[in-house]
């Protein structure tokens, strides 16, 4: 089927419609403005009490949070895109911070969470428990334990925590009174979530101010998107530069690798991003695609990947894409002398002579072992310095370089039902329904411990 062929039979179908719905919503959640973000709920106030529901501003929320001295940490528990958007952003950011302390929570084994807070005053803490569905396995197992901890020291739930769910009624369920639940809508995809209410750490952790500027430069990026020319369209290009190696060249892989340190989880949340979207063998229509879709994501800063998997990049017998992501300026500057680099100028430094290397090679050894043949393709992504602002255009610009790959292989780039499958399986054993159908190795490991 030729590209025109492939997009009049999509444009024919409904589930175009669903698409374009999906765009929408996403766009919608980082275009919003002050009205939206202050129409909210309250959670404490200087005197641990709960105002009513929908009247609060989200500013004088967060600013009479600040005011809780006692609350000196905020744990988000979430898995998924409930984790890692938010765990990346704050990580990124964190040197920006105007408030608590923001902790990630997202393993199913809660000696993750009960670690942490053996380091941590549970009356000083808040809880924010992230979960679209809220029936997350990982988020339920942690609340228990939560609810536990907080009931063995004589605290309400209710003044030490708050669900963002678009299920409310289960958080109701779950023992959180209606003023301690943030409602999002079911539109809203889990790893692209962050600009939603799911972002609320964001909010209570850097502050309002940061967090907009968050949404701005993601809104700025998403406005070039959808006017500029494609020639000069980033997110276009970035796209078609992955098709190219993953369709053209038959390049199976990808690696991400910042240059620094703040973007440390960058890769983990693109992994999923990429992965969750377009891993599909399947298109939009249900029909068996021609092409393979979404490439294998892997990544991690420089110069560690340099001292780990670079040699196989160099001189692997698969040729992998690599996508330098890199700040000119850093946040700290040792000594104002032009001939002594600087910390972060070594890696910019690095991240040229790593992407140099990756092109041209090397092949005048004499022994062959040590030649490197070259043309390895990168892709070099850099701005001036990370703000809230470049990295919600950076966070938008591969976002939306993922949806083009996902509307020219024609796949649903908004659901997931890959993910699925494992844990309709879990909830089966759990309750012991069809055990006869697993596999003879599951029915083995499983009999020592049921």
Known sequence: ??????????????????????????????????????????????????????????????????????????????????????????????????????????????????????????????????????????????????????????????????????????????????????????????????????????????????????????????????????????????????????????????????????????PTWFQQVEMESNGKSLDALGNELELPAAPSVFGDIGTESQHSFFQLLHQGIEKIPVEFLVPFEGKNVVGKNKKDLEPHSRLVVNAIAQAEALITGKQTHKEKYRNMTGNRPSTFISWNRTNAESLGKLVSLYENATIVCGLLWGINSFDQWGVELGKEISRNIYTGQNLEDLSYSAKKMLKDIL
């Open 1 to 266: 089927m030729t590209y025109d062929g492939m997009i009049e039979e999509i444009e024919a179908a409904d589930k175009v419609k669903e698409l374009q719905k999906e765009l929408k919503k996403l766009k919608a959640d980082k275009e919003r403005g002050d009205a939206d973000l202050e129409k909210t709920i309250d959670v404490l106030t200087t005197d641990n009490s709960i105002k009513d529901y929908e009247i609060t501003q989200l500013k004088e929320k967060i600013d009479m949070l600040k005011k809780q001295k006692k609350i000196k940490n905020l744990i988000n528990v979430g898995i998924g895109g409930s984790d890692l958007g938010i765990k990346m952003v704050y990580h990124a950011l964190k040197h920006e911070s105007k408030g608590p302390s923001l902790i990630n929570i997202s393993n199913l084994d809660f000696s993750n969470l009960e670690n942490t807070l053996e380091m941590k005053d549970i009356k000083e803490t808040f809880f924010i428990f992230n979960s679209k569905s809220f029936s997350t396995e990982e988020t339920l197992v942690n609340l228990s334990f939560v609810k536990t901890l907080l009931n063995n020291e004589g605290l309400d739930l209710n003044d030490h925590m708050v669900a963002v769910t678009s299920f409310p009624e289960k958080a109701l369920e779950a023992g959180l009174k209606e003023h301690a639940i943030f409602h999002v809508p079911n539109g809203v995809g889990g790893r692209f979530s962050m600009w939603s209410h799911f972002g609320l750490g964001l909010v209570a952790s850097l502050g309002i101010d940061v967090y907009e500027q968050l949404l701005a430069g993601a809104y700025k990026m998403d406005k070039h998107f959808l006017e500029e020319k494609l020639e000069l369209n980033l997110p276009y290009i970035l796209g078609i530069t992955r098709i190219w190696n993953r369709n053209v060249l038959n390049l199976q892989n990808l690696a991400i690798v910042p240059y620094e340190d703040g973007l440390k989880f960058f």
